[in-house]
């Protein structure tokens, strides 16, 4: 891959200025295809390939459940954490939800 459109520096309990680094730079970047979660990093991959990189956050944080989906991603909480003995994990984006999937009835 080339080199990110931007890149953040996450810290331990800065979820919060994460989730502002997409929001803010989410409008740099075309339709999203997919995520890439390493031990340490993220990244952000849009339809003709370019990416946001998120460092010093990866897929055995605590905080990658909600950034993931707050990206609509679609994976599996419970085994979000889980190591892997591949380079990363890759995850599709655009997870759509049924409507009314959140009422109690």
Known sequence: MSTPLAAHDYTPGGLDAALEFVKRTRS????LRKVR???DKLHIIDVNKDFFEIRGLGYGDADIVALLQNINTAFN????HN???AEY???DTGRRYPWAYDRVM
Not at 28 to 31: H, N
Not at 77 to 80: A, F, L, S
């Open 89 to 91: 994990k890759e995850f």
């Open 83 to 85: 190591p892997v003995d």
């Open 37 to 39: 979660v390493w031990k």
């Open 28 to 31: 740099e970047l075309r339709t």
């Open 77 to 80: 909480p419970e085994t979000i």
